[in-house]
């Protein structure tokens, strides 16, 4: 009699069994690029004016609202320039500030743990042009990467969530980084907002300021990034 073991019959149903798992997450690499294919070219937000008459329409839930859809905006690769922008129009600086920061980085979480679903291989086909400057700036990377990135002049937001939630950067790290960085190209896209409603020296000088503070934080996160930089960047 051989010594050999037999192999047993549910190792052979398992080798043959169907990949459920490569063949949902598959479909659902399907599905996300459809969608993320159709907003990108073919869904166009309202104008500025438009924006703010339908939102001021809505009343006190208009605050909701243009907290979901700066959100949902956020999510997808269409720029989250005129939702900032509408936000300085309908709530002014201060307020507009705090809602298009907390609008746009609970878009960013929700898009990070999307790539964390759809997994590495995934995400790479879904960042399309954008995959290998991510990934090669990503991947081990860590704080200074994610604000660098963030604040680079032309760089949208969507590959950055993504590329953070595959390429492995800590949800502590990717939420901190995120906030610091948010936060400056925000409120300067808001005060231009603010100062289109009400424009002025006071509301001048805040956008002056605004973009002052962002031309700072790039050149000063890219300084941090590189090691150059005697100075940390704030949290990190």
Avoid at 95 to 100: E, V, W
Avoid at 170 to 187: H, K, Y
Wanted: aromatic content about 10%.
């Amino acid at each position: 009699m051989s010594d050999e073991p037999r192999p047993h019959h549910h190792e052979g149903h398992r080798r043959g069994s169907l990949p459920w798992g490569s063949l949902l997450r598959n479909g659902l690499l399907v599905v996300v690029l459809l969608i993320m294919l159709w907003l990108g070219f073919n869904v166009r937000l309202p104008s500025v004016g438009e924006l703010q008459a339908q939102i001021e329409e809505l009343g006190w839930v208009g605050v909701v609202a243009f907290l979901a859809l700066y959100a949902a905006v956020a999510m997808t690769p269409i720029p989250v320039t005129i939702m900032a922008v509408t936000g300085g129009l309908l709530f002014g600086v201060i307020i507009g500030s705090a809602l298009s920061v907390a609008g746009v980085l609970v878009g960013c979480w929700g898009a990070y743990w999307l790539a964390r679903g759809l997994g590495h291989r995934t995400v790479l086909k879904l960042l399309g042009e954008h995959a290998r400057k991510v990934e090669s700036n990503l991947q081990g990377a860590g704080f200074q990467a994610v604000c660098t990135l963030r604040l680079m002049p032309g760089f949208p937001y969507w590959p950055v969530n993504y590329g953070s939630g595959a390429f492995g950067i800590g949800q502590r790290t990717f939420l901190t980084a995120s906030l610091v960085s948010t936060v400056p190209g925000q409120v300067s896209l808001v005060a231009v907002g603010a100062f289109i409603a009400h424009p002025g020296v006071l509301s001048g000088i805040i956008v002056a300021c605004a973009w002052t503070v962002v031309l700072i934080m790039t050149v000063w996160a890219y300084r941090a990034w590189k090691g150059t930089s005697s100075r940390k960047l704030p949290g990190s």
